[in-house]
């Protein structure tokens, strides 16, 4: 079974901290991707990724940055967290290539305070 | 960018009751998928259809592909408690052998009374 793993389920942080994300998988899966969640919004994909130090923008990419240094990895990185940052992360992972769609992690619930 | 219209937002429905809900582009899409989201885990991959016309089953689930192929629906029949969570269609799309990234609809909040 594919695994997609988050470092953290909730954080707190708090205005102006630096947050790191964290994103791993276990399939040797390609691409990666970084979807924010919120209510009545759907999934908003923030940045994507399919090889080892290349990133694409999504479609709110503002106020965040990502790193690829190794496959298996995908960090979302907010260089300064600002409330409206406060939302529910959602990475995944899914092969290069025609496939059904992308396995998700479970998630990490960010609070800015 | 592109944006899926999916409906109904939410639905209170009674145990054993049939569900349905659609989703609408647009856009023409190779590829539509159903997931469900449980509460506070993330989306899990239902239903993958990938010809217009496909009907496919899982379960009490069953999906289909538009002819037109800018829609599908999710049908869940005899409804069970566990059904309740969030679930979201995707629509993809295919260039050169490679996909292109999933387009989220905003969801369907589905309740279950026992």
């Known amino acids: 079974d594919v695994k997609v793993t988050q470092s953290s389920r909730y954080l707190v942080k708090r205005t102006g901290e630096k947050v790191f994300l964290e994103c791993v998988q276990d399939?040797?899966?390609?691409?990666m991707f970084w979807y924010r969640q919120d209510p009545g919004l759907g999934l908003r994909l923030i940045y994507f990724?399919?090889?080892?130090?290349?990133?694409e923008k999504g479609d709110i990419p503002e106020g965040y940055s990502v790193s690829r240094e190794k496959k298996e990895r995908f960090s979302l990185i907010l260089e300064s967290a600002s409330t409206n940052q406060t939302s529910m992360y959602l990475c995944?992972?899914?092969?290069?290539?025609?496939?059904?769609?992308?396995?998700f992690g479970p998630g990490t619930r960010l609070t800015v305070t | 960018g592109q944006q899926l219209n999916q409906s109904p937002q939410s639905m209170f429905i009674q145990e054993g009751e049939d569900v349905s809900m659609n989703c609408t582009s647009s856009?023409?899409?190779?590829?539509w998928l159903w997931y469900k989201q449980d509460p506070g885990e993330g989306p899990v991959l239902l239903i993958a259809?990938?010809?217009?016309?496909e009907l496919t089953s899982n379960g009490r689930l069953t999906a289909q592909f538009g002819i037109t192929r800018k829609d599908s629906f999710l049908n869940i029949s005899a409804s069970i408690p566990s059904d309740v969570g969030i679930y979201f269609c995707?629509?993809?799309?295919?260039?050169?052998?490679?996909?292109?990234?999933?387009?989220f609809g905003k969801g369907t909040k589905l309740s279950v009374k026992p």
């Open positions: 995944a992972s899914t092969r290069a290539g025609v496939s059904p769609g992308e396995y």
């Open positions: 399939m040797d899966h390609e691409n």
């Open positions: 990724s399919y090889d080892v130090k290349m990133k």
């Open positions: 259809l990938y010809k217009a016309g």
């Open positions: 856009s023409i899409f190779n590829t």
């Open positions: 995707a629509g993809q799309q295919n260039y050169g052998g490679s996909q292109g990234n999933l387009i």
